[in-house]
């Protein structure tokens, strides 16, 4: 049996640290959790990258409804509707109003989104029963990040929120580190391991087990 200190040399001798220029990999977004970015993470684009709108409503000219009420609402005509995804074909002009839906972009001319929960549609106008506040529920383009904005430095450890940022930078895969090699040593001539028969007086090795899971 060896000794200690000889044994740990031969160990010690084997081991490398880990180079962070050549021990990275690549891995793509489902499996990037847990695992330390390599490389840092830059936006390339505005984000959002359009103005658009935080809640289903209407899009409107905040000077028109300025002083609307539910005793004095403002009668507005709907001239367009504006899916997710969809690109809006009109400009807003005074006294018009376009129907929009969360995430969907604003329209030229507009600046400001009515949720619908305070209007009234009645055919093609729509009556706003309350003054919202100027571009309330509006995300301009930017208003989160602009392009060439620092995100995620190297040494971050990727979780949830950190893996979100790099789906809508549409990156689908990420430098990482690679994972460091662990050994687990139990030392001793009396050890058994699971799979061998016991013998009196021998204790059953059952640490390194538990520790590798």
Not at 68 to 80: Q, V
Not at 87 to 94: G, L
Not at 141 to 159: D, E
Not at 180 to 186: D, E, H, M, Y
Request: include cysteine; charge should be negative.
């Amino acid at each position: 049996m060896l000794p200690v200190d000889q044994a740990e040399s031969i160990i010690l001798n084997l081991v490398q640290p880990l180079n962070t220029q050549r021990d990275v990999e690549k891995v793509d977004l489902l499996t990037a959790s847990g695992r330390i970015l390599a490389t840092p993470v830059t936006s390339k684009l505005d984000f959002p990258h359009w103005d658009n709108s935080a809640m289903d409503g209407y899009a409107v000219k905040f000077t028109d409804v300025k002083n609307s009420s539910p005793e004095n609402p403002t009668a507005l005509e709907i001239i367009e509707e504006i899916p997710a995804g969809y690109q809006p074909q009109q400009q807003i002009q005074p006294g018009q109003t376009a129907r929009i839906f969360t995430g969907a972009c604003m329209p030229a001319g507009a600046d400001t989104v009515v949720m619908q929960e305070v209007t009234q549609r009645q055919g093609n106008k729509v009556l706003i029963q309350e003054t919202p506040r100027p571009q309330e529920f509006v995300r301009y383009r930017g208003s989160f990040y602009t392009a060439n904005t620092p995100l995620l430095n190297p040494g971050t450890i990727l979780g949830a929120s950190e893996i979100a940022v790099l789906a809508a930078l549409q990156c689908p895969e990420i430098t990482v580190y690679r994972p460091p090699k662990v050994g687990i040593l139990s030392t001793g001539n009396e050890l058994v391991t699971p799979d061998q028969p016991l013998q009196p007086g021998q204790p059953i090795v059952h640490g390194p087990i538990p520790l590798h899971t």
